[in-house]
């Protein structure tokens, strides 16, 4: 079955430390990856897609075919990165229809 | 914000009882999407639709129906079937250009029943 795991559901970490949130998937062909952001009181919205090899707000994602991960990293978290992010794969031939993990929330603590 | 609305904001039912939550988009998209969101389980997809007068049910159907009578709206009705109404729905709708895929969302609606 296709799923996404994140298998930390609260990352704690103190302002300046790296931060890197995990996430794996299961499906054999080639998904297009995303990370989405959910911050206080606003819209989930797209932080990243692997497709683009981009880095936003200093975070960056490495597809690893091999591992099937797509891990969310940021060598300096800040407190505004405090959110809820979900790893979310889709596939076209499916309606473009988007899986989501379970979700991690990040704390940055000052 | 902007672009895709959804209302109310928050809604209270008693068990037994059909609601429907509206999405309205007026972003030009072909394709809108409702899900669930629960506590620790992300996003659940509920129904989806690709193009007006046609839609799909997704992972968790069971206890909910949809329309798509018009290309902006697509409105989720939570019937009495459902047996574990009470949680956060969210709406989406997306756009998909060659390589290019992006679902935009909604700010949701919370439902409780009471």
């Known amino acids: 079955a296709q799923r996404v795991t994140q298998p930390e559901k609260l990352l704690s970490v103190f302002k300046g430390a790296p931060v890197e949130l995990k996430c794996n998937y299961s499906?054999?062909?080639?998904?297009?990856l995303f990370w989405y952001v959910q911050y206080s009181r606003q819209r989930l919205q797209l932080l990243l897609r692997?497709?683009s090899r981009e880095s936003i707000k200093g975070f960056t994602a490495d597809l690893n075919k091999g591992e099937t991960s797509f891990h969310l990293k940021k060598p300096f978290a800040q407190e505004e990165d405090s959110a809820m992010y979900y790893c979310?794969?889709?596939?076209?031939?499916?309606?473009?229809?988007?899986?989501f993990g379970g979700g991690t929330r990040v704390l940055v603590k000052p | 914000d902007g672009g895709i609305t959804q209302s109310p904001k928050y809604l209270f039912r008693k068990e037994g009882q059909n609601v429907t939550l509206s999405c309205e988009q007026n972003?030009?998209?072909?394709?809108m999407y409702w899900y669930r969101q629960d506590p620790g389980q992300g996003l659940r997809l509920i129904y989806y639709?690709?193009?007006?007068?046609?839609?799909q049910k997704g992972d968790i159907a069971e206890g909910y129906s949809v329309s798509r009578e018009k290309k902006e709206s697509f409105p989720l009705t939570v019937t009495s079937a459902q047996k574990n109404p009470t949680a956060f729905y969210l709406c989406?709708?997306?756009?998909?250009?060659?390589?290019?895929?992006?679902?935009?969302f909604g700010p949701g609606t919370r439902l409780t029943v009471l």
């Open positions: 639709s690709q193009i007006v007068n046609d839609f």
């Open positions: 692997h497709i």
């Open positions: 979310a794969f889709l596939i076209k031939a499916a309606g473009n229809k988007l899986t």
């Open positions: 499906y054999s062909g080639s998904p297009e």
């Open positions: 972003l030009n998209h072909d394709a």
């Open positions: 989406a709708s997306s756009i998909s250009r060659g390589w290019y895929n992006e679902q935009f």
